[in-house]
């Protein structure tokens, strides 16, 4: 069972490759939402985001405050590694625990779905990895629409995000994701390394 790294500039379209990946007998796991999970769940997570950000990030009835801890996380560079660091050791924890759930049930390959890969270390769980890539205007534009917020929202997650070399560097296989790329061609060595 190949373990595939998914990642990439946000808006680029990891997600429309996932579901590609999917459709050759991939099983998907979703990052974001395991670190939701582990924001809401984990009171060792809990606590030390609590001491970082202010109590209020938590509410009354125990769940996180997403927006609250988004506006202060992703305020400053510090603030966000400071998020990192104590989010990403749990989440790796809870990937490498479905990893194992599911590794006996027959699945070709495993999508670990990360916009942090290589940031999380969850890159070398990986038996290789690939980054999606589009132009800032165009993932602008589709990150406005899928999220429906503002430009200056869409603007601060793009610009929280390290830059496109940072991936092509980093990354085993590199798709691009915009026209005149066709991402039916552009995924083939994928599905060929899925397959051997």
Known sequence: MKIIGLTGLTGAGKSTVAQKLMAYGCYHIDADKVA?????NSEDVKNKLKER??????????????????????????????LNEITHPAVTEEIKSI???ISEIGYRGVIIDAIALFESGEDKLCDFTVAVIAPK?????????R?????????????AQKDESFFTKKADFVLWNYPPYD??????????????
Not at 61 to 82: I, K, M, V, Y
Not at 137 to 145: G, P
Not at 183 to 196: C, G, H, T
């Open 137 to 145: 205007d165009i993932r602008l534009e589709r990150i406005m629409k």
């Open 53 to 82: 950000f202010g109590d209020d990030v938590i509410n009354d009835d125990g769940t996180t405050n997403r927006p609250l801890l988004a506006s202060r996380a992703f305020a400053d560079e510090d603030s966000t590694n400071a």
């Open 99 to 101: 990893i194992k759930d």
């Open 36 to 40: 939701k999970d582990v924001i809401n």
């Open 183 to 196: 991402i039916n061609v552009e995924i083939r060595p994928i599905v060929a390394q899925i397959q051997l």
């Open 147 to 159: 999220d429906n917020i503002t430009e200056e929202k869409a603007l601060e997650r793009i610009n």
